[in-house]
């Protein structure tokens, strides 16, 4: 069974600090999806890492695949009160026609004017 | 387009009462798939079919059956509802010719079993 890790589960913090959000596991994936949810909605996808040491960048979100491929990190640089959400990291095994994902806990983040 | 639609949005049972949460997608996707979210533990998969009249189970399958008689629906039944399927329940869709099976959720319905 492959598990992921996320840390932390809750972080809350003033407007314009940083923060990263971790996803580790022990197994080896094929890509690494990030997917943010707000509340009373379903999850949407923001990026997908594919190659080990990966790094991708969305506006203030920078998002790293681990060289093994078996972790992952969300930067947020100068986080806003938008950024409030649940974030959510899945990985995916390929080599099947569906891929079955693996979902981390997720981390609540909670960002305050 | 409307994307992955989800009836209802809430839904509250009494034990042993049985229901279909519905699901459709207007984006031509193959894959369909049902989740749950429970508090802590992520998102995790009951079943899902790679396409009409194909279907198969996910990591919790137990209590929920599912058919797909056609690409747009994917409806999800409780035969029997437990308090233990209390949760929210997510349908998503994806596109067979990704190479990561990226999912495209639609926005929910939470079930409480008294």
């Known amino acids: 069974t492959q598990l992921l890790e996320q840390s932390p589960q809750f972080l809350s913090i003033q407007e314009g600090e940083n923060l990263t959000v971790y996803c580790n596991s022990s197994?080896?994936?094929?890509?690494l999806q990030w997917y943010r949810q707000e509340p009373g909605e379903g999850p949407v996808l923001l990026v997908t890492v594919v190659t080990g040491g990966e790094v991708k960048k969305l506006k203030r979100l920078t998002f790293q695949f681990g060289d093994a491929r078996k972790d992952s990190s969300l930067h947020i640089t100068a986080a806003q009160p938008g950024d409030t959400g649940l974030y959510l990291c899945?990985?995916?095994?390929?080599?099947?026609?569906?891929?079955?994902?693996?979902f981390g806990q997720g981390t609540i983040l909670t960002v305050h004017p | 387009n409307a994307g992955v639609t989800q009836t209802p949005k809430f839904q509250v049972l009494k034990t042993g009462q049985s229901m279909t949460l519905q699901c459709a997608q207007d984006?031509?996707?193959?894959?369909m798939s049902w989740y749950r979210q429970d508090p802590g533990m992520g998102l995790r998969l009951i079943h899902y079919s790679v396409g009409a009249g194909i279907t198969d189970q996910g990591e919790v399958p137990n209590g929920y059956n599912v058919s797909r008689s056609t690409t747009e629906d994917f409806p999800l039944r409780l035969l029997s509802a437990a308090p233990s399927q209390t949760s929210v329940y997510f349908c998503?869709?994806?596109?067979?010719?990704?190479?990561?099976?990226?999912?495209?959720f639609g926005p929910g319905t939470r079930l409480t079993v008294l």
């Open positions: 998503a869709s994806s596109y067979q010719g990704s190479s990561y099976n990226e999912q495209f």
């Open positions: 197994s080896v994936f094929s890509s």
């Open positions: 899945a990985g995916h095994v390929g080599g099947t026609s569906y891929g079955k994902l693996t």
């Open positions: 984006m031509n996707h193959e894959y």
